[in-house]
């Protein structure tokens, strides 16, 4: 089945710098791959989302980019905001097989004053 | 629209009581899931419903686990007995469709504590 690896598990940018957080998977026949943002308290909300017939796709300060070849995508948070502190998880899914999404382990951003 | 409503938000019971999670998926939607979130294992799919029928419960951990979904508009996951090992945050999701390519829906999850 498919397994998807996060990395870093946590992360300090200075506000107004840009954070990055890769992910990687395995099932080469995945071709979903959202973005789920978890503030304290609340639950995994989709932020980014992108299909395997793209390889970037772009929502005003986030990015996200998605290499099938290597089976890593990423996202990209340009001039960061406190607001943008929170856990961020990756997942991966066949959407013509209907699987079900599986989740990274998250990462914690933490935008620093 | 009220978005996915969970009850309770916190619950701390005693190992070996039987404990009774609630959840009230968006008005419309047609699947409902159950997730378990811990810091060693991450998000976890225990169960999936589509049209109040469970699809796929691969993900329940033992039969002390069980999930029940009367109607569109209610579902239960229900833990009995309870033990220590089962103290996580317990998501209920909903969305339009399937299990994959959609957007899921989270409540705000409740807090088990087995002491």
């Known amino acids: 089945g498919e397994n998807v690896e996060q990395h870093p598990s946590t992360l300090s940018v200075q506000e107004g710098d840009s954070a990055v957080i890769k992910c990687t998977y395995s099932d080469s026949a995945s071709n979903y791959f959202p973005w789920y943002k978890q503030e304290l308290g609340k639950g995994p909300q989709l932020i980014i989302d992108?299909?395997?017939?793209?390889g970037e796709k772009k929502d005003q300060r986030i990015a996200v980019t998605l290499n099938k070849t290597a089976k890593h995508f990423s996202l990209h948070i340009t001039e960061t905001q406190p607001e943008d502190s929170a856990v961020y998880f990756c997942?991966?899914?066949?959407?013509?097989?209907?699987?079900?999404?599986?989740f990274g382990k998250g990462t914690r951003l933490h935008i620093l004053p | 629209d009220a978005g996915v409503i969970q009850s309770p938000r916190h619950e701390v019971t005693e190992m070996g009581q039987e404990v009774t999670l609630r959840c009230k998926p968006i008005s419309g939607h047609n699947s409902l899931f159950w997730y378990r979130q811990t810091m060693m294992r991450g998000l976890e799919l225990l169960i999936y419903?589509?049209?109040?029928?469970?699809?796929?419960d691969s993900g329940m951990p033992e039969d002390r686990f069980s999930a029940k979904m009367p109607n569109a508009s209610f579902s239960t996951l229900k833990i009995q007995p309870s033990e220590p090992r089962d103290s996580a945050v317990y998501f209920c999701?909903?969305?339009?469709?399937?299990?994959?390519?959609?957007?899921?829906?989270f409540g705000e999850g409740s807090r088990l504590t087995v002491l």
């Open positions: 419903f589509n049209n109040n029928v469970p699809i796929d």
């Open positions: 997942a991966a899914s066949n959407r013509n097989r209907d699987d079900k999404i599986i």
């Open positions: 992108i299909r395997s017939n793209v």
């Open positions: 999701a909903s969305s339009l469709g399937g299990l994959a390519g959609v957007e899921l829906f």
